[in-house]
């Protein structure tokens, strides 16, 4: 009997977790951006971090905790509690305002982010799964430009919209008592569609420009953590991570109409698109139970990479120097006053965190914009019958973009996570 009921709570749960992910998926077909920079690459790059890191501003490459999913290293997964199951869901909303010389315009976007879930597989080897972003597209906006007298103004919209998503499954192995190791295998797969129209005040023919492109891949990335004990309460956690580049597999189209005569180009490139080499490397530090710090570097190689254009010719193919290697620095903090108090405040995590990235790409021979980070948040227990372990996470980000003479933005992100983390393998007694 002992063992039925055991079943058959796992298997509820289980499928919770699957639909958890199924939601998530569809959730994520939306766009969770209105920003035009996301027109460029394979649009605006994603936040893969969870509910913990979050408020810490995405860093955790050196996080080793054993009751929080950490995605950002696949070592960190043999960490995980013997007896427990770990799901961890996010979601988040948020305001940009775009200025470019006098002119602002504020967007508001709200997204399903991700759904994982992490459990002991094996002594020293942990599991992990889940959904998570790769980026996101989603942009209209118009321009004007006056020729002269005789040629009128002409009008260009722009509008794109979709965004390339995994799911991963992962293993991080504990080899010694200091040294771990770990692999995130992921299913990549999206569309990204994005165009121009032109209309003209005169007899100048209007053109129609749109390009798409389906992507049905995967990706590999590889993750060691290295710890040990600097006194009686501080511990050192250095990690590193490499992401496999290669070829997507994918051939992206362009097609070009002519409005005023119906006249059809269509160009393709085959196996147009790449992921770049990416490193990264972290160091995080303890103190008792009190502070978490880390503090992140990585590199994303995708100046060795070409991406189609068209170019002067006419001709839509593959061109070197429209990307460039991104940079990203994060560091944050973790504190809580004492979790075993009674007092609720007392128990209450507190975050917060800052970053700078490079842009991955060029906007008419000039680099892109830049970015700068802030964030702060909270993690609240949650009581319930069996432990004080399951949190929410709430945190909210500020993100500056800007670059000369381009748009510039200024986005105000709220992060809302929950993670539940409840003994699912401890052996059940029914008197």
Partial sequence: MQADIFNQIMKKRFSCGILALFLAAIAMAQSGTNSPYSQYGLGLLADQSQGFSRGMNGAGLGLRMGNIVNTLNPASYSAIDSLTMIFD?????QLTNFKENQ????????????????????????????????????????????????????????????????VFGGIGW????????GANVSYLWGTLNHGMVT????????LQRSYEVQVSSYTVDLGV????????????????TVGIGHKLGADPSCLVINVSNSDTISHSVKDGLSLPMTYGLGVAWTKGRKWVVDADVTMENWGKLDFPEIGADGAYALHSGLLKNRYTFKAGADYVPDNLDRKFLNR???RFGAGYSTPYYNINGKEG????????????????????????????????????DMIRENTFRLNVGLTFNERWFAKWKID
């Fill in 89 to 93: 869901m996010g979601v988040s909303g």
């Fill in 103 to 166: 002119v602002k315009v504020n967007a508001r976007n709200a997204n399903f982010d991700y759904a994982v879930g992490c459990f002991r597989l094996f002594p020293r080897v942990g599991m992990a799964f889940g959904i998570l972003p790769y980026s996101n597209m989603g942009f209209k906006y118009t321009v004007e430009k006056y020729l002269d007298s005789t040629n009128g103004t002409i009008t260009e919209t722009y509008n794109g919209d979709g965004g390339l998503h995994k």
């Fill in 174 to 181: 504990r080899m010694t008592n200091f040294l771990s190791v």
């Fill in 199 to 206: 209309s003209s005040t005169t007899y100048i023919n209007s």
């Fill in 225 to 240: 953590q290295w710890q040990t004990r600097l006194n009686k309460n501080d511990a050192l956690v250095i990690g590193a």
């Fill in 348 to 350: 209450v995590h507190y």
């Fill in 369 to 404: 914009p830049k970015e700068f980070s802030v964030s702060a948040g909270f993690g609240i227990p949650l009581q319930n019958s069996y432990n004080n372990r399951s949190f929410l996470n709430v945190s909210a980000q500020f993100v500056h973009t800007s670059a000369k």
